[in-house]
Each structure stands twice: as structure tokens, then as C-alpha cells.
């Protein structure tokens, strides 16, 4: 029997235009001033990711569709999970140009119902941060990447 998922979807208006957005999902060196603490890229279609977030948990799958400055497409699940393992969610990026900005809709598909709530909590903070960047502030090491 398949267990229950759903779909959350978020959007923030960063004021910034989509290409500076875009080169957060696809360069390293910007994706990990917003999310984790090492990063590995291969991003082209069916191209691997490996972010680290904080040495316990590592979100891991692959690029499934890329256009750029518009939208960003990858499977997404975290090492060892049982729960959700790498590839079994899928989360899309649009891109869309608005007034002097850009409003940035996060769809995460298929995620287990047990996981709405962390998944909710951690893109929140996840897209603060890089609407902070997007407009050009300086925002520090993320602070759940930090190991105690």
C-alpha cells in the first residue's frame, strides 16, 4: 500500500530579477550561502546533487528539468531515510518575473504526510535566506549547519 504524501507550496517576492535567483540553484558557491554547509552540483539534466546540510542529514537526487532564469526541477529525499529516501519527492522552482522582482513558487511535490511540517519549517527558512541574499544582504553560515 502507497502512503499518503502532499504537496506544499510556498512563494516570496524577492526583489531581484530571476537570472540572480537562478544561479542559487545551480552554482555551488551561491547555493551554499543559502542551504548547507558542502555542496556537490552536476547541474544539467539528470546531473546529481549532494547538499550537506549539517553532517546528519544530506539531501540528495538529481536535476529533471532546468530552464534558465525560469525554473529548476529536481527529485529530492535525504540519505538513509526510510521515510523519504534521495529521489522520492520531487520539489520545482518557477521563477517569475513580477513588478521589480521576482516571485519565486516553490512546489514540493509527494512529500510523506509525517514529513509536511519539517519540509514547511525548513523551506520558510530556507527561502528568507535567500530572499536576504537576492536583495543583496549579507546573511552569514547558516546556522543549521552548524554541528553542536
Known amino acids: ?80 531515510s526510510e521515510i523519504m529516501p534521495p529521489g522520492s519527492s520531487t520539489v520545482e522552482f518557477l521563477l517569475i518575473p513580477k513588478d521589480s522582482g521576482t516571485l519565486l513558487v516553490l512546489n514540493h511535490n509527494d512529500i510523506p504526510s509525517e514529513k509536511v511540517t519539517s519540509n514547511h519549517k525548513g523551506w520558510t527558512h530556507y527561502l528568507e535566506r535567500m530572499k536576504q541574499l537576492g536583495e543583496g544582504k549579507e546573511i552569514g553560515q547558516d546556522p543549521w549547519s552548524i554541528t553542536n
Not at 20 to 25: G, Q
Not at 59 to 75: L, R
Open 1 to 80: 500500500m502507497t502512503k499518503p504524501t502532499e504537496t506544499l507550496q510556498k512563494e516570496i517576492f524577492i526583489a531581484c530579477k530571476p537570472e540572480t535567483l537562478f544561479a542559487f540553484f545551480v552554482d555551488p558557491e551561491k547555493l551554499i550561502r543559502w542551504m548547507g554547509r558542502q555542496v556537490l552540483l552536476e547541474p544539467k539534466i539528470g546531473g546529481k546533487y549532494r547538499i550537506d546540510i549539517n553532517g546528519e542529514n544530506i539531501a540528495i537526487g538529481e536535476y529533471i528539468e532546468i530552464i534558465p532564469n525560469e525554473k529548476v526541477v529536481m527529485t529530492w529525499g535525504w540519505e538513509g
